[in-house]
């Protein structure tokens, strides 16, 4: 009865913030199970987790894989009794509607075992890791469940993820734990960057921040710790430019030290209940070779999008890999003349998709081929709206209308939201033609009619051609945007 008390009077907080801080006419939601965490480092990195969840049947609470499995330390329910691990996980029955679980958990121990920047790596005393890493996810219900998250954290340990804060927990909605993004805790350089909410910036909209999470594993030295952060911090600001307000409201970034890598290396986004994204830096990293990285721009343009369920990852990459440059050169990174080069030099790599259908599209088809789709919808915008409009138009309009990094949607629900933002059929269309029904592309047609040659090394523009007028808004753009300085100057 203790247990169910405690329970309720979380629930009653988690209600009374939600009230406090809603400023809408949406029904307010309680979670359906809580999480109480405790992160200590006691001999490594622990934690002991308690779950308490409303339901009035049995819940099964399941590890991702066997590697967690063996570092789950004890496992009892909310008498307090051992419960033995069974190949479904560990199961437990409710008590007055109320299923509670306890569990300690070695997260040194599964982040070194891991120790891949996709799942889980340890660097110091820091770790980052899927939340599905060391969080159990409970089954039984016939809904996604809500769950709200608290860390207590020992002295000098922090603990972040890219979910949302109602109240002082952690909200994962919407989501399956398993696809929920990274998480950080431990002794790590964590900051809270101001950025403008999604679709702030545009003319007569009110103003307001969002937060980016930037946490910084430990294996940096102070001057590449200062060069990291203003680098994220104009790369944010370039993003927001391109997108009238930043990708998302909150979400995380973690850089990860990678001794053995040159540059700029890997980098990964995960979307599910918040965006996070992880980016791997070399030993070598200087101010100049970050910014003349693609790498950063890529992956937080995906946390701008949905995931698209369905042979759909041409769309996602396609789009990461066509505004990349763009954002890049409207910040004043690159040339006009230096995106068409990279456009016409790689984007031949994906005209093999569109005579198999783009669904088919493997590799470096889903990029490329996904650009040059990009690219068509961009010019078929243009045309149909007499140049008032255009690719960025579709894709802000798509986040502004709320479906954003954090969720899942189908194409045809994205293409759906984009045509009514753009006042268009441009995107259906081209998704009939060349997703549907897989009609192939003539890209040298294409660049003839956009006015683009290419002689030698040399891009040469020729502005009598039929789509030379679409063409010069491309990369920068119809409206004035503020150019980012790079540290060094002009």
């Not at 691990?85 to 679980?101: D, F, Q, S, T, Y």
């Not at 980098?267 to 070598?284: H, K, L, Q, S, W």
């Not at 759906?416 to 059929?425: F, H, K, L, M, N």
Request: net charge neutral; proline share 5%.
């Amino acid at each position: 009865m203790l247990a169910s008390a405690m329970f309720l009077r979380t629930l009653v907080a988690a209600l009374l913030a939600l009230v406090s801080a809603s400023v809408s006419a949406q029904p307010v939601l309680a979670p359906d199970c809580t999480v109480d965490g405790t992160l200590s480092d006691d001999g490594g990195l622990k934690l002991e987790i308690v779950y308490r969840c409303r339901s009035n049947e049995a819940l099964t609470f399941q590890a991702d894989g066997d590697r967690m499995v063996s570092k789950v330390l004890s496992f009892r329910d909310g008498s307090g009794v051992s419960q033995p691990v069974a190949p479904g996980g560990w199961r437990v029955e409710p008590r007055n509607g109320l299923v509670e679980a306890r569990y300690g958990f070695d997260l040194g121990g599964h982040a070194r075992a891991v120790d891949t920047p996709s799942k889980a790596l340890l660097r110091g005393e820091g770790a980052i890791s899927l939340l599905s890493g060391w969080l159990l996810e409970p089954f039984g219900y016939t809904h996604l469940p809500i769950i709200d998250i608290r860390m207590t954290t020992a002295p000098g340990l922090v603990f972040a993820s890219g979910l949302p804060k109602v109240g002082d927990a952690w909200r994962l909605t919407g989501a399956n734990l398993r696809f929920a993004g990274y998480t950080v805790l431990g002794r790590l350089e964590l900051r809270d960057l101001a950025v403008p909410l999604p679709g702030s910036l545009r003319a007569g909209e009110k103003k307001g921040e969002g937060v980016l999470r930037l946490a910084l594993l430990e294996g940096f030295t102070a001057p590449q710790r200062v060069e990291l952060v203003d680098w994220v911090r104009r790369t944010a600001e370039a993003e927001a430019n391109y997108w009238q307000g930043f990708t998302a409201k909150q979400m995380l970034l973690v850089l990860v030290p990678v001794p053995s890598r040159r540059g700029v290396g890997y980098g990964r986004t995960v979307p599910g209940g918040g965006p996070t994204v992880m980016i791997e830096i070399g030993a070598d990293m200087d101010a100049r070779r970050l910014f003349s990285d693609w790498v950063l721009v890529h992956e937080l343009i995906h946390t701008g999008m949905a995931f698209i369920r369905g042979r759909s990852t041409w769309f996602m990459e396609g789009a990461a890999t066509y505004v990349e440059p763009i954002i890049r050169a409207r910040a004043g990174w690159k040339t006009e003349e230096e995106v068409w080069r990279e456009w016409v030099t790689d984007m031949p790599q994906g005209v093999r998709a569109f005579t198999r259908g783009l669904g088919e599209a493997s590799g470096r088809e889903n990029y490329w081929g996904g650009a040059l789709f990009m690219l068509l919808a961009d010019v078929d915008i243009r045309r149909a709206t007499d140049g008032a409009k255009g690719l960025e138009d579709c894709l802000g309009g798509v986040l502004w209308s709320g479906l954003d990094g954090s969720q899942r949607a189908t194409l045809d629900a994205y293409a759906a939201i984009c045509d009514r933002v753009t006042g268009t059929t441009a995107l259906r269309g081209l998704i009939d033609r060349h997703f549907v029904s897989a009609r192939p592309v003539d890209l040298a047609t294409v660049w003839r009619d956009l006015g683009i040659s290419m002689t030698g090394s040399r891009i040469v523009f020729d502005d009598a051609a039929p789509d030379a007028r679409w063409r010069k808004m491309i990369v920068m753009g119809m409206r004035p945007t503020p150019r980012v300085p790079l540290p060094w100057g002009p």
